[in-house]
């Protein structure tokens, strides 16, 4: 017994690190396909385009569940009120906020709203296992704030216009996402993250196909080129599928907490394919609000992450 428990603990500390590797390599991911979407929502109705790309990551997940079991996942009868809830948070109204979000402002200001991700996840966490909320998480939640309000209220003619209103609503992706976080790491005790995956963006793009339907389907993407299908490709299967299966993967051996910290890189590396790609500007202002967003966020994990 006393023989195996070193083994044992190397064993986890390799499959920690490996996890962290992945998760780092989905944030890069994540990062350039907020750029990638950028390009497509400005161009497609962004209904239709969320439907196009979650369709694409559900065809990835059944594929992979399929060569792995012969089947399609197995998901309890008592497990699919708790998966709704989630597709509703996670992809539906996720997709909604972000695509029609980034139709409305620029890849730099997503990115930085995105870096509140990890500190609003932390809070939720904390409140639903009803961790008390100290000092830091305050000073946090006060950092991350004025790094946002810095970017977004710098704008010249700054308000309730269309810009505005897009950074309102990759806000509320950005709470949409971290909720249905939380409630994945009670799945992940039941689940494996293909069944998670696989369930969670099934009835999402159900939920999105069913809205393109009411509101009308924009054909125009059908007919468009080669470079738009690629990018639409690579948002659906390498961004969403891929990065969404190693985030969920890597909240059940992580937690919540640990694992939200690791969205402080998708604004460092959206911020610079934005630069590389979109030729948005780089400002003072971007890099003050950046700093404040990463610091909240640092200072309002700091007591989860030496609990960890």
Do not use: K
């Amino acid at each position: 017994m006393t023989q195996g428990r070193p083994r044992d603990d190397a064993g986890v500390l390799i499959q920690s690190r490996n996890a962290q590797l992945m998760l780092t390599g989905a944030m890069l991911l994540w990062g350039l396909n907020i750029p990638a979407i950028r390009l497509l929502a400005s161009r497609f109705d962004p209904v239709m385009l969320a439907a196009l790309r979650m369709l694409c990551a559900c065809c990835v997940f059944a594929l992979i569940a399929l060569r792995r079991n012969g089947q399609l996942p197995h998901i309890a009868r008592g497990h699919w009120g708790l998966v709704f809830v989630c597709s509703l948070l996670m992809v539906y109204g996720n997709q909604i906020f972000f695509t029609g979000g980034m139709a409305l402002t620029t890849a730099t200001n997503t990115a930085l709203i995105v870096a509140l991700g990890p500190l609003i996840s932390s809070l939720l966490a904390a409140l639903v296992f009803r961790e008390r909320l100290g000092a830091a998480s305050i000073i946090g939640i006060a950092l991350g704030l004025v790094g946002v309000g810095v970017v977004v209220l710098q704008r010249p003619g700054a308000g309730l216009g269309r810009a505005g209103l897009g950074d309102a609503m990759i806000g509320a992706s950005v709470f949409s996402f971290a909720i249905g976080g939380v409630l994945v790491q009670r799945l992940a005790r039941r689940l494996d993250a293909i069944a998670i995956s696989w369930g969670i963006y099934t009835m999402g793009t159900v939920l999105l196909i069913l809205h393109a339907c009411v509101a009308g389907f924009d054909t125009r993407i059908f007919a468009s080129g080669a470079g738009t299908w690629s990018l639409l490709l690579f948002s659906g299967i390498a961004a969403t599928a891929i990065g969404n299966l190693i985030w969920n993967r890597s909240i059940g051996l992580l937690g919540i907490s640990r694992t939200a910290l690791y969205l402080n890189w998708v604004p460092l590396f959206a911020i610079a394919f934005a630069v590389l790609f979109l030729g948005e500007p780089m400002s003072w202002w971007l890099v003050l609000g950046f700093a404040c967003v990463v610091s909240g966020t640092w200072i309002g994990t700091m007591r989860r992450r030496q609990a960890v």
